[in-house]
Nanobody
């Protein structure tokens, strides 16, 4: 059974930092694309970053230069480091996997399995 579990969310002041983690189980983690998404009430789910099976990554323009995605294949985890956060980064953050070694972008419907999410709240 595929399982993705996010952790590390919380409250942080504007300009601060936070690290989110995603623990994966139930599939051949090394062989899949992984991504981070976020969603706020009343808005579409937004792609934040993805990392291919080979470790290469892509970021949404809104987070480029501030967030860093990484994966640890030995421990079957993925992280998202959030630096210099802004109030508009407030959202529920989700990790997701897409079947395939290369991610096909940051569109949510390209991803097949999802975690339950972790809340990040940035205060000004």
């Amino acid at each position: 059974q595929i399982r993705l579990m996010e952790s590390g969310g919380g409250s942080v002041q504007s300009g601060g930092s936070l690290t989110l983690s995603c623990a994966a189980s139930g599939f051949a983690y090394n062989d899949y694309c992984m991504g981070w998404f976020r969603q706020t009430p009343g808005k579409w789910r937004e792609g934040v970053a993805f990392v291919n099976a080979d470790g290469t990554s892509t970021y949404a323009d809104s987070v480029k230069g501030r967030f860093t995605i990484s994966r640890d294949n030995d421990n079957r985890t993925m992280s998202l480091r959030l630096n210099n956060v802004k109030p508009e980064d407030t959202a529920i953050y989700y990790c997701a996997l897409a079947y395939g070694r290369r991610c096909l972008g940051l569109t949510p419907d390209r991803y097949n399995e999802w975690g339950q999410g972790t809340q990040v709240t940035v205060s000004s």
